[in-house]
Each structure stands twice: as structure tokens, then as C-alpha cells.
């Protein structure tokens, strides 16, 4: 068998996962240059920045959800693939072993999380044969925040704000337009979409996603989706929605749409959203060692180009003075005096929890003292020992949890619940990405808290806000689901939510709204 072909396997995912590919890095680079750097949007796009060049310097996960893992591996005739397979699956629990992947596969009868991100299902590898020497493995990492914002459309259909889309150019154009503004900032935009126009239900998908492997940069050889893929990006880019939907230059970096033929009673135009912790690579292996050859998407033999010159970076958060200081626990005349667009950095005692926390707490009382306190929607990547990034978990012991990877996770999943727990336990900030609905912000209002929105996918850059896990509960339902009780420093955030009743995000979803109308045609 091919002696390299596992530590091959190994190095992609660890590279997939740590270090953005070019276009990808050259997308965001623009987007940074095209805001100012006070503004809300400027503000996120250099925490972005920052956070892709942490990742690569210190072979950190871009983001702590380090999704799906899906591949697509093109043989020459008569290589083994069942042998393959088993290679590829032993990799990514070892890339899971060794952090650079997050605990991800769960038992969806039992909540149970498998632990190395093997399971039914997981990871995803898809096989072909074909006529080339070499064996090609491309991967990409999409994490669940932008695979929740996927959308299918069967057509004709009625879309808000634009009317009837039909069975025509016109009619995809509407939809693809359409799930930009319903993503909004919850699949960490700017973000990229790849679409498929027809196929089935089934292959729709499939074929949206396969899109993703196109680079940003390349022209559809089809001149009619060409034409398509550059109207959607100056229209969508229009709207607004910005950088984590907080308004702003740039709301998509990428649009490649494919088709396949479909059958006479079905159109269903199929969109995949990725977000711009757009972690796809690939290699080339050599059929007889499985040694990498060469690499898809980047060029081996060039440096990295950093985003941001070295000493911003050691700066860390750019501040404008402007910034409200937040020492928890927290009172509510302090969250009283915050309103929406105010930028917080807090300090002292935090306690992550997502689905599995919420849900526990409805029924549970908490593990933790949460009055006052500040409540983190996260699932970050853990491991025992030193080593930490940016000298977090420095001189820990060998039993000590320190963090890895810790960005906010999306927050609307925990609507149902969150205004309970609040009022029940005292809670006085929530902090998420993507924003609530009308339920969080009534409870708001009611309670005295407020939604801080964290940059999403921003997982290095908050590491090194944490300065110590001092706990953990609630083990049981598996690390990135489990309550991490963290002491953090200067952790930025922004107020979209306060506790008078304004949200940016309806006030953005509503603009976009207006402007997503006036891109109707006659
Ligand atoms: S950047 Fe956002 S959407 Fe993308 S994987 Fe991370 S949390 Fe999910």
C-alpha cells in the first residue's frame, strides 16, 4: 500500500483547517480596504484580519467549528479505494486527536458526540475514477453556522421583497439574491455562495457545493452564468448586509453557479453559502508513495502573504477609544447604559454554552452562579497541557484544559430558550454571532441584558482573549458542547441588542429589505 498516503491525508486536513488559501485571503484583503477602519464593519474585518494570520502562525483553527469534512478524491483505474477510505477516516481522527479539527460528529438520536469525527456519516468522502497517473484529494471544512443558511428553492416561487421568480435566468437571479439577504450575517458574512440550477433535490446540493471548489477568482466558461455570477456580485454586495450583517461594503466575496439538467416537473435552484472562513484546499499525490506531489490553490514554493503587517497584529483589537469597559459580574445599570452600535470589552468570569447547555437549563438549574453573569455561545476546541495560542495555557499542567479555538457560535438556534434563562438565572449579557429574534429582544428589555455580537469564525483571536479555564461542567454532553468557565481579558464585542428594544440586526435586515426590492426587474 502507499507508504504517505495517511500522513499526506493528515497534512491536508491540518493545512485546510489552519492557513486560508490565497484567493480566499486576496477576497478579504479588499474587503478590508474597502472600509473605513472605525466603523463597525472595519472594526470586524480586522479582527478577521488578524485572526486568519494568528491561525497560520501558530497552526491554529482558523475557527472553531471546523465543520463538515468533505472530500473528493479522484483515483487513477484500479487504486483501492475501500483501503483509501480507511486511511482517510483514521486521518481526520488524528487531525482531531491533534486539535486541528473540532469534535463535530453527533449521534442525532442521542446527542452523543463520537469524539474524533468518525461516525455514520462523518466525515463525507466521495470517490471517482479517472484517467490522470496521480491520486487529486480536494477538502473543504464548512462549518454548520453557513450550512444552516443554505437554501433550496423550487420554482416558480414567491420570494419576500422581489415577487414571483420563474423558471428562467431572471428566476435564479431572484433566488440567489433572495438567500444572500435571508443569510444576512448568520453564516459569518462576507461569505460565498455556490449554486446549482437544476438536478434533483439530491444532486442540487451536491452540485452547489462541488462549486465551492471553483477558485474566487475564475470566469464560468459558461458566458450566460458568467454574466449571472457578476450581476449577483454587484447587486448582493449592494444590499449592505456587510461583514457579520453589521452594514457595509462587502457581503459577499464569491458566486459560482453550475447546472445540471433536470427533469420537466422540477427547477430547483440549489445554494450552498460558505463563510469567509472559506477553508477549502487539495493535493496531489503520488500513486505509488501517496507523497504529496503538489498543491491545489496555492502555489508551495511561495510565502504566505500576511493580511495585516506584523505589528498590527501584536496590537491586537484596533480601538478607538470609544470602547466601554465591562468587568463581570455585571450589574444592570451597566447594561442599562449600553445601546446598540457601543463596543464593549469585557473582563472577569465567562461561561460558554450552546445547544445542549440551553437546553439542560430549561429544565436544570445551573451548574454555575450565572447572576450577573455573561453567557458565551460557543463550542471551542480544547486539549489538555501548555501550549496554548498566544501563551494562553502557558506553564499549565499536563491535566490543565487550556483553549484552542474559541469564536461565538450562531445564537438564533437558541431563540426558543433564551429569554427564559436569562430572566430565570439573572444572566445579563449574551454573547453570540448572527443576533436573536423578537423573543431574545423582549426578554431584553424585560430582564436588563444585552446581545453582544463576537466576530464569528474569529477563533484565534478570542483564544487570546482567555486567560485560563478555571472550570467545566456538563462534560457529559461532550467538549464543544460542555460549560467552559473561562476567565477572559479585553474580549471585544459589539451591542447589537440592548435592553431598550432596538436590534441592528432587524434595523439591517429591514434596509437590505428595501434595497433587495428595488432590485426587481420589469
Ligand atoms: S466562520 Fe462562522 S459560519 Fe464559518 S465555520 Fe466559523 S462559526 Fe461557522
Given at each position: 500500500?502507499?507508504?504517505?498516503?495517511?500522513?499526506?491525508?493528515?497534512?491536508?486536513?491540518?493545512?485546510?483547517?489552519?492557513?486560508?488559501?490565497?484567493?480566499?485571503?486576496?477576497?478579504?484583503?479588499?474587503?478590508?480596504?474597502?472600509?473605513?477602519?472605525?466603523?463597525?464593519?472595519?472594526?470586524?474585518?480586522s479582527i478577521i484580519a488578524?485572526?486568519?494570520?494568528?491561525?497560520?502562525?501558530?497552526?491554529?483553527?482558523?475557527?472553531?467549528?471546523?465543520?463538515?469534512?468533505?472530500?473528493?478524491?479522484?483515483?487513477?483505474?484500479?487504486?483501492?479505494?475501500?483501503?483509501?477510505?480507511?486511511?482517510?477516516?483514521?486521518?481526520?481522527?488524528?487531525?482531531?486527536?491533534?486539535?486541528?479539527?473540532?469534535?463535530?460528529?453527533?449521534?442525532?438520536?442521542?446527542?452523543?458526540?463520537?469524539?474524533?469525527?468518525?461516525?455514520?456519516?462523518?466525515?463525507?468522502?466521495?470517490?471517482?475514477?479517472?484517467?490522470?497517473?496521480?491520486?487529486?484529494?480536494?477538502?473543504?471544512?464548512?462549518?454548520?453556522?453557513?450550512?444552516?443558511?443554505?437554501?433550496?428553492?423550487?420554482?416558480?416561487?414567491?420570494?419576500?421583497?422581489?415577487?414571483?421568480?420563474?423558471?428562467?435566468?431572471?428566476?435564479?437571479?431572484?433566488?440567489?439574491?433572495?438567500?444572500?439577504?435571508?443569510?444576512?450575517?448568520?453564516?459569518?458574512?462576507?461569505?460565498?455562495?455556490?449554486?446549482?440550477?437544476?438536478?434533483?433535490?439530491?444532486?442540487?446540493?451536491?452540485?452547489?457545493?462541488?462549486?465551492?471548489?471553483?477558485?474566487?477568482?475564475?470566469?464560468?466558461?459558461?458566458?450566460?452564468?458568467?454574466?449571472?455570477?457578476?450581476?449577483?456580485?454587484?447587486?448582493?454586495?449592494?444590499?449592505?448586509?456587510?461583514?457579520?450583517?453589521?452594514?457595509?461594503?462587502?457581503?459577499?466575496?464569491?458566486?459560482?453557479?453550475?447546472?445540471?439538467?433536470?427533469?420537466?416537473?422540477?427547477?430547483?435552484?440549489?445554494?450552498?453559502?460558505?463563510?469567509?472562513?472559506?477553508?477549502r484546499l487539495g493535493v496531489?499525490?503520488?500513486?505509488?508513495?501517496?507523497?504529496?506531489?503538489?498543491?491545489?490553490?496555492?502555489?508551495?514554493?511561495?510565502?504566505?502573504?500576511?493580511?495585516?503587517?506584523?505589528?498590527?497584529?501584536?496590537?491586537?483589537?484596533p480601538r478607538t477609544g470609544?470602547?466601554?469597559?465591562?468587568?463581570?459580574?455585571?450589574?444592570?445599570?451597566?447594561?442599562?447604559?449600553?445601546?446598540?452600535?457601543?463596543?464593549?470589552?469585557?473582563?472577569?468570569?465567562?461561561?460558554?454554552?450552546?445547544?445542549?447547555?440551553?437546553?439542560?437549563?430549561?429544565?436544570?438549574?445551573?451548574?454555575?452562579?450565572?447572576?450577573?453573569?455573561?453567557?458565551?455561545?460557543?463550542?471551542?476546541?480544547?486539549?489538555?497541557?501548555?501550549?496554548?495560542?498566544?501563551?494562553?495555557?502557558?506553564?499549565?499542567?499536563?491535566?490543565?484544559?487550556?483553549?484552542?479555538?474559541?469564536?461565538?457560535?450562531?445564537?438564533?438556534?437558541?431563540?426558543?430558550?433564551?429569554?427564559?434563562?436569562?430572566?430565570?438565572?439573572?444572566?445579563?449579557?449574551?454573547?453570540?454571532?448572527?443576533?436573536?429574534?423578537?423573543?431574545?429582544?423582549?426578554?431584553?428589555?424585560?430582564?436588563?441584558?444585552?446581545?453582544?455580537?463576537?466576530?464569528?469564525?474569529?477563533?484565534?483571536?478570542?483564544?487570546?482573549?482567555?486567560?485560563?479555564?478555571?472550570?467545566?461542567?456538563?462534560?457529559?454532553?461532550?467538549?464543544?458542547?460542555?460549560?467552559?468557565?473561562?476567565?477572559?481579558?479585553?474580549?471585544?464585542?459589539?451591542?447589537?441588542?440592548?435592553?431598550?428594544?432596538?436590534?441592528?440586526?432587524?434595523?439591517?435586515?429591514?434596509?437590505?429589505?428595501?434595497?433587495?426590492?428595488?432590485?426587481?426587474?420589469?
Amino acid at each position: 500500500m502507499l507508504p504517505n498516503f495517511f500522513a499526506s491525508v493528515v497534512e491536508l486536513i491540518a493545512e485546510t483547517s489552519t492557513n486560508l488559501p490565497p484567493d480566499v485571503r486576496v477576497a478579504m484583503a479588499s474587503a478590508l480596504a474597502a472600509e473605513e477602519p472605525a466603523t463597525r464593519a472595519g472594526q470586524a474585518l480586522s479582527i478577521i484580519a488578524q485572526n486568519i494570520d494568528q491561525a497560520e502562525s501558530c497552526d491554529g483553527p482558523i475557527c472553531q467549528d471546523t465543520g463538515m469534512p468533505t472530500f473528493e478524491v479522484n483515483v487513477p483505474v484500479g487504486a483501492n479505494q475501500i483501503w483509501m477510505r480507511r486511511q482517510i477516516r483514521e486521518a481526520v481522527a488524528e487531525a482531531t486527536r491533534q486539535g486541528k479539527l473540532r469534535p463535530n460528529s453527533v449521534d442525532s438520536i442521542t446527542g452523543e458526540n463520537s469524539g474524533n469525527n468518525l461516525g455514520p456519516g462523518t466525515p463525507i468522502v466521495h470517490f471517482d475514477q479517472w484517467d490522470e497517473p496521480h491520486i487529486e484529494i480536494k477538502l473543504i471544512l464548512k462549518g454548520g453556522g453557513c450550512e444552516n443558511t443554505n437554501a433550496q428553492y423550487a420554482l416558480p416561487a414567491e420570494l419576500d421583497h422581489l415577487g414571483r421568480a420563474d423558471r428562467t435566468l431572471e428566476g435564479v437571479r431572484k433566488c440567489i439574491l433572495h438567500a444572500v439577504w435571508k443569510a444576512q450575517g448568520k453564516g459569518c458574512s462576507p461569505g460565498a455562495v455556490g449554486v446549482c440550477v437544476g438536478g434533483d433535490r439530491t444532486s442540487g446540493y451536491l452540485h452547489a457545493k462541488a462549486q465551492l471548489f471553483r477558485t474566487l477568482d475564475d470566469v464560468n466558461p459558461d458566458g450566460r452564468l458568467a454574466t449571472l455570477e457578476a450581476e449577483i456580485m454587484d447587486e448582493a454586495n449592494r444590499l449592505a448586509i456587510g461583514p457579520m450583517g453589521f452594514s457595509g461594503k462587502t457581503s459577499l466575496i464569491g458566486c459560482k453557479i453550475g447546472a445540471l439538467n433536470r427533469l420537466p416537473a422540477s427547477f430547483f435552484v440549489s445554494i450552498a453559502y460558505d463563510c469567509w472562513a472559506f477553508r477549502r484546499l487539495g493535493v496531489h499525490l503520488d500513486a505509488a508513495t501517496g507523497s504529496i506531489a503538489s498543491w491545489l490553490y496555492r502555489d508551495a514554493g511561495k510565502p504566505v502573504v500576511p493580511m495585516l503587517a506584523p505589528d498590527v497584529v501584536a496590537a491586537g483589537f484596533p480601538r478607538t477609544g470609544r470602547e466601554v469597559m465591562l468587568q463581570a459580574p455585571i450589574t444592570e445599570g451597566q447594561v442599562r447604559a449600553l445601546k446598540v452600535g457601543d463596543v464593549v470589552l469585557i473582563s472577569g468570569r465567562m461561561f460558554t454554552g450552546r445547544d445542549a447547555v440551553h437546553t439542560h437549563l430549561m429544565k436544570h438549574e445551573p451548574p454555575v452562579d450565572l447572576n450577573g453573569g455573561v453567557l458565551y455561545h460557543c463550542g471551542p476546541v480544547v486539549a489538555k497541557g501548555a501550549g496554548g495560542p498566544g501563551g494562553q495555557g502557558a506553564g499549565a499542567a499536563e491535566d490543565e484544559w487550556r483553549i484552542l479555538a474559541a469564536g461565538p457560535t450562531t445564537s438564533i438556534r437558541e431563540e426558543p430558550y433564551q429569554a427564559d434563562i436569562i430572566k430565570r438565572y439573572g444572566i445579563r449579557v449574551v454573547i453570540g454571532k448572527g443576533g436573536m429574534g423578537p423573543r431574545t429582544l423582549a426578554g431584553l428589555k424585560d430582564s436588563g441584558a444585552v446581545y453582544l455580537n463576537a466576530i464569528g469564525g474569529a477563533a484565534q483571536f478570542y483564544a487570546r482573549c482567555i486567560e485560563r479555564v478555571t472550570g467545566v461542567s456538563l462534560m457529559e454532553f461532550g467538549t464543544p458542547e460542555a460549560m467552559w468557565h473561562l476567565d477572559v481579558k479585553d474580549f471585544p464585542a459589539i451591542v447589537t441588542m440592548d435592553s431598550h428594544g432596538n436590534s441592528l440586526h432587524r434595523d439591517v435586515e429591514q434596509a437590505s429589505g428595501t434595497v433587495l426590492a428595488s432590485l426587481t426587474r420589469t
